[in-house]
């Protein structure tokens, strides 16, 4: 019985070794930022928004942006996404669909609210350790 729970004292302070020694310092640890794109329109007096992942840049069809399952309606659902993503992360806020999407159906609709809002919505997102870059001469 001794043997035994020597044994697993061994294995246990070798298991603990081991797993310390791969560990990664925290400098080492970071990794770019996720970056995602916000997408707003206005439609029956209220603001709907679309965030989408965006793994290398802006770069997101209209099928997505437009899509059902990424829609937000209005800035607290906007808020409550936010909220969800990861500290660090970049959110690129276009109003035209780059590429050979920019005539897709829908992206001509695409604007952004009041700056009143939009100081909001940068405000909101910056607390929470995101960055907002807006992409238009618009704003």
Do not use: H
């Amino acid at each position: 019985m001794i043997i035994r729970q020597a044994m697993l004292l061994a294995v246990g302070c070798i298991g603990m070794a081991l797993y310390a020694s791969g560990q990664v310092p925290d400098s080492a640890q970071r990794t770019v930022p996720m970056a995602y794109e916000l997408y707003s329109w206005q439609e029956n007096g209220g603001w709907n928004f679309s965030v989408v992942p965006s793994p290398s840049g802006v770069n997101v069809p209209a099928e997505e942006v437009f899509n059902k399952k990424f829609l937000l309606s209005g800035v607290k659902d906007l808020r409550r996404k936010l909220s969800t993503l990861p500290e660090g992360a970049t959110i690129f806020w276009p109003v035209r669909i780059s590429g050979a999407d920019q005539d897709a159906k829908g992206s001509q609709r695409l604007r952004y609210p009041s700056s009143e809002t939009v100081e909001a919505i940068r405000k909101y997102a910056e607390a929470r350790k995101i960055k907002v870059e807006m992409l238009s001469a618009q704003q």
